[in-house]
């Protein structure tokens, strides 16, 4: 046990050294969660804003006087001009607006979602349904009709979702995914330098000689591994955390401003848990740490060099993009219980369903079995490689 300590210590020390490394694992994720669940927001409610406060350009054919009046009183200023849809597509004007044989056709550049041509159609929407509701009142009153006429009822929609669900807010499936991105990024940096970094040091033929079992060997440099990875893991839900009370109050009236009435959908990102679900996030992490660390051990010892081992351990990051887009539709599809069966997959899903408060125990229970089956089998891997010569010394 002794050596296993020593070993991870010498590891720790040599990466700790560099300055860089505690910047990208410890504050880098402290800063990186609070960024990511409000910054987009921030700045796109700002864009938002600006949008509705100023005047845009919106090009008119055969538009009519009173749209025109309903167009800036909406802070649109019309514009003619010869062929609508070519004018959008230059950026000659935000939107376009025709009107033709009872018709209006609206021009916008649409494709690339929330943009600034995409609000200003929303305002000039906005202005037409002013418009219809004025046309419609006009002929009702001329028939000697009431507007309530078109409201038998009243609407009201509440949400429903768990208080879990609900504090994590739009970007709920961010969470995940950023812990589990910070527990590899975290441990990347020492396993790198503990394999593919002492081959090309000329070290670990020295570590390798020395009257040390190769368990305790394997043992020593994981657990220097292990170490940083859960710093990365605890770093990320500090900032987490911190982005949920100190952000959040720091700009309450901005994200105020941007909350809808017809969408009370909280804004940003937050973890409201019981005790039982940080517990539940924190053994999930450790036994996804595990995982993690067993393949970037096994990855790193096969690399001839650091530069090969860190081009080998990228893809890991682009691996979890996947299951990233799968978490954005989950609601759509049906979860069956043998998706949490699956690696890495399983972990993304099991923190998703705890931070949304909808995890059960079989879920939880199959994604550690499984997660700590991978680990086991992904360990006796790395044990393997350190016992052949043609993968130690493979430079």
Known sequence: MNEILIIARKELLSVVRERRVLLTTLLLPMLMMPLAMFGPLLLLGNAARQTQENVQQVGVVGVPAPVLAHLRKAKVEPVAVANPQEAVQKREVAAALVYAEGQYTLYGRLSRGTTQSALVVEKVQGALQAYKEELVAERLRA??????????FRLETKDASPQEEQAA???AFLI???LVMFIQLGGMSVAVDATAGEKEKGTLEALLAAP???????LGKGLAVFVMSLLAAMAAITGLLLGSSVFRNLFAVQ????????RPVQLGGALALE???YLAVALTSVLFALLIIAILISLGLYARSYKEAQSYMSPLSLVMIIPLLFLQFSDFLKLQDWYFALPLINVLLALDAIVRGSATATQLGLTWLSTLA???LALYLAYRNFQREDVV???
């Open 143 to 152: 028939r000697g009709l009431g507007t309530e006429l078109l409201e038998p």
């Open 169 to 171: 807010g739009v970007f």
């Open 176 to 178: 995940p995914y950023f």
């Open 212 to 218: 040390v079992p190769l368990t305790q060997v394997l």
């Open 255 to 262: 994200l105020q401003a941007l909350q809808r009435e017809d």
């Open 275 to 277: 005790p039982l679900g």
């Open 374 to 376: 991978f680990g086991g």
């Open 393 to 395: 010394f493979r430079n």
